[in-house]
């Protein structure tokens, strides 16, 4: 996929409880006090502490739109963009999204956003999710977080579920899952 010129992406991927949300609010937050008109948007399915805020675990938060799929972003972003002068979109949980976020990206950056992606790159398998190799194709400033390992207080990449769901999305939060290093997390097989 060829790089839009015209907008910016920014990717930031880490485990659970790395910092991604906290550092998404920051960067909207920096964006807002300088004047940038944003729109935060988080996928239905994550109402672990609200429908409509994007919160972290620590209880941050900020006024988010929830839509159910990659497809309704655009279609959200195309009746903003006709009445105000969206500059941003910030989109919080990438992997509930799926590879179609990535096409996505890509429009909002020939439409000249600043679009700034946060979610999980690796499953609770330690396969990487989509949409996260395409966008970091189109990216231009990608973060990678890393968390504490819940076992051995080394610097953690993946999630570790602590519930036998095989199911590759499980929305969960503290409990649910730990942040783990590369030696002490278990892949769940199945």
């Known amino acids: 996929m060829e790089k839009p010129s015209l907008g910016r992406l920014e990717v930031i991927c880490g485990p659970m409880f790395s910092g991604k949300t906290t ?65 941003i979109v910030a989109i919080d949980e990438a992997h509930f999204f799926g590879e179609e976020l990535s096409q996505v990206c890509a429009t909002l950056l020939s439409w000249g956003f600043r679009v700034i992606v946060v979610g999980l790159e690796f499953d609770h398998r330690g396969d990487v999710f989509e949409p996260f190799p395409a966008l970091f194709t189109l990216s231009n400033d990608t973060t990678r977080l890393v968390g504490i390992c819940s076992i051995c207080g080394n610097r953690a990449i993946h999630t570790q579920r602590m519930n036998p769901s095989m199911q590759r999305i499980v929305v969960g939060g503290v409990g649910d899952y730990e942040p783990r290093c590369e030696k002490c997390f278990a892949p769940s097989r199945g």
């Open 23 to 87: 550092e998404l609010i920051r960067r909207i937050e920096s964006a807002r006090e300088l004047g940038s008109a944003t729109l935060a948007i988080k996928p239905t399915t994550d109402n672990r502490y609200s429908s409509y805020d994007l919160v972290t675990h620590t209880g941050q938060r900020i006024q988010a739109s929830a839509v159910l799929n990659a497809a309704e972003i655009l279609a959200l972003v195309g009746e903003l963009r006709i009445s105000k002068s969206m500059k």
